[in-house]
């Protein structure tokens, strides 16, 4: 059932996003000295060497990939544009480090503006969050290499772009959403309501008092233009906001010449979104699926295990101590633990990825603290370990048959397994030698918090469902909790509740669909084999292969 759901999925997101005989490259590319960039081209149809056409550089943000501009790239190549939608250094296929060379910005746009079949009068640039500031490096790099740029979540100066001018950037755009959680950094203000009066960009504007939405200041034929626009959602959300890319499309319409006069009102990007969301629920069920097809082979039959043990005949007072402290002391040592993981681990030849060195410490002091409550909240004595070498095989042939069906997806339909930021795609040779490293700790965290969870929480004579929903409470609740309340304030105040943590926030974000998946997939080991080795393995190699892919590489690895 799994890989029916995959290629339905798939085929929805393959024909959207090549809608109207639109093609796709995936490229390697060198750029600044000597580094390897990573894009995908967009190529509508019908250009070529004679028949040449406007074009856009896409780039995403922080800790995202080309595939997260996608919703973008749709739309401007149905209209006509060639659009490069670069990985930064870095960031997916690229090379590391992260940050290097403009961000691989000037890199891209040179190469961008050496193919025959782009018009190099009409270029434009677009980037979200450090995105943006990888566009404004090009426009650096560049001056003449472009004619207007859309900054969508992000800002000139510092810390990591110029300052603009009335004159520079060139016919500039800046859609920055009513909620953006990073408005402190970009703009210099508490409130992203409160960005038109920001002195920052005022200056950029040329003007002394407030900024007026949708107003053009300057003059195009100039390309001292700017605009500010300001749509109802957060700053990942222009990722899913039709307001937010009708925006750059309207700007691009109006600075470029050479595109399709299609409304910025028509899209389809959505779509494409739903059908690599199906994707990745057809890659859970196709991992649940292919464990249990190999319980049933003989090599693994004896693994299967219809006495499943129970930590509990009821919900007692102890068992709703444990199952809280489950739930909410992740959540309440997020940003602690965090700032530890970064300052004891700086990115390294050995631990690369800040950001994953800092989950991996998260997680690992976590799944101790969840050690250390079984002894004092245990109930009665659970034996579910099983064997350790056929837990380690049944993990490894699970999650092997579930890559070779991204690899597939990947190579048929240029798709990767995802919705929004919560991303699942193949990784590079330099990924996997990062992986291992940290399949260790969190192999660690899942052994530890998978067997506090099915030894210590389970209770006898629950229903499937119930078992299910608690576990995922067990291990999600707290985060969804947190977020409402983090963007609830913000809803409410127009800033986080942890003004001074928008980055983490953010991250936080994918821990709540993650953690979910993690709970189902352990359950339903679980409960097929009595142990929870299995669901821990299988775990332990999905989120190590989901977060070092998703992940910007700070050192490089060779």
């Given amino acids: 059932m799994g890989w029916v759901i995959i290629l339905l999925g798939a085929l929805l997101a393959h024909f959207i996003q090549t809608s109207g005989d639109v093609t796709i490259k995936d490229l390697r590319f060198t750029g600044n000295n000597g580094q390897t960039l990573s894009g995908l081209l967009y190529v509508p149809p019908g250009v070529s060497a004679e028949n040449k056409a406007p074009a856009i550089l896409a780039v995403h943000g922080y800790i995202n990939s080309r595939e997260t501009q996608s919703g973008f790239a749709i739309e401007y190549a149905r209209r006509g544009y060639i659009v490069l939608a670069l990985d930064q250094s870095g960031h997916g296929y690229s090379d590391a480090p992260a940050f290097a060379n403009g961000f691989g910005g000037p890199g891209a746009l040179a190469y961008l503006r050496n193919?025959?079949?782009?018009?190099?009068?009409?270029?434009?640039?677009?980037?979200?969050?450090?995105?943006?500031?990888?566009?404004?490096?090009?426009?650096?790099?560049?001056?003449?290499?472009?004619?207007?740029?859309?900054?969508?979540?992000?800002?000139?100066?510092?810390?990591?772009?110029?300052?603009?001018?009335?004159?520079?950037?060139?016919?500039?755009?800046?859609?920055?959403?009513?909620?953006?959680?990073?408005?402190?950094?970009?703009?210099?203000?508490?409130?992203?309501?409160?960005?038109?009066?920001?002195?920052?960009?005022?200056?950029?504007?040329?003007?002394?008092?407030?900024?007026?939405?949708?107003?053009?200041?300057?003059?195009?034929?100039?390309?001292?233009?700017?605009?500010?626009?300001?749509?109802?959602?957060?700053?990942?959300g222009d990722h899913l906001s039709p307001e937010a890319i009708g925006y750059s499309i309207d700007w691009f319409a109006q600075t470029l010449d050479g595109a399709d006069p299609i409304p910025s009102g028509d899209q389809i990007w959505l779509w494409k979104e739903i059908g690599t969301l199906i994707a990745l629920i057809g890659f859970v069920v196709l991992l649940a699926g292919t464990f249990d097809m190999l319980l049933a082979a003989p090599a693994f039959a004896a693994m299967r295990s219809t006495a499943v043990p129970a930590a509990h005949t009821s919900r007692g007072a102890k068992w709703w101590i444990a199952f809280a402290l489950s739930a909410f002391v992740p959540v309440l040592t997020y940003y602690q633990f965090f700032a530890w993981g970064g300052q004891l681990f700086p990115a390294s030849a050995l631990l690369p990825q800040t950001i994953t060195s800092q989950i991996a410490f998260w997680a690992v002091l976590n799944g101790l603290i969840v050690f250390l409550v079984g002894f004092v909240l245990k109930g009665d004595k659970v034996e579910g370990r099983g064997p350790i070498w056929g837990a380690v095989l049944i993990a490894l042939s699970t999650v092997g048959i579930g890559y070779l069906f991204v690899l597939a997806a990947d190579f048929l339909f240029k798709i990767d397994f995802r919705f929004w930021v919560v991303a699942l795609k193949p990784m590079s040779l330099v990924h996997f030698k990062i992986a291992l490293v940290y399949l260790v700790p969190f192999t660690a965290f899942f052994v530890f918090a998978l067997r506090g969870l099915h030894t210590g929480l389970s209770v006898a004579g629950d229903s499937r469902l119930v078992q299910y929903f608690s576990n995922v409470g067990a291990l999600a609740l707290g985060f969804l909790v947190f977020l409402a309340f983090q963007y609830g304030t913000l809803l409410f105040s127009g800033h986080l509740f942890s003004m001074n943590e928008p980055l983490n926030t953010v991250i936080a974000m994918q821990f709540l669909p993650l953690l979910s998946i993690v709970a189902f997939l352990s359950t339903f080991a679980w409960r097929r084999t009595g142990s929870y080795l299995p669901g821990a393995f299988i775990n332990a190699l999905f989120v190590t292969w989901y977060i070092v892919a998703g992940q910007a590489t700070q050192f490089p690895v060779s």
Avoid: C
């Fill in 115 to 236: 193919l025959d079949i782009v018009d190099v009068d009409n270029i434009g640039l677009e980037g979200h969050s450090m995105g943006g500031w990888t566009i404004l490096a090009a426009a650096g790099a560049l001056p003449d290499g472009y004619k207007s740029m859309v900054l969508e979540g992000s800002s000139t100066g510092a810390p990591f772009a110029a300052d603009g001018t009335t004159e520079w950037p060139r016919n500039l755009s800046v859609v920055f959403s009513k909620y953006d959680e990073f408005s402190q950094l970009m703009w210099g203000v508490d409130r992203a309501q409160d960005a038109p009066t920001s002195p920052k960009l005022q200056a950029v504007f040329g003007t002394t008092e407030t900024v007026v939405p949708g107003q053009i200041y300057g003059d195009i034929a100039a390309g001292t233009a700017r605009v500010l626009e300001m749509p109802n959602t957060t700053h990942p």
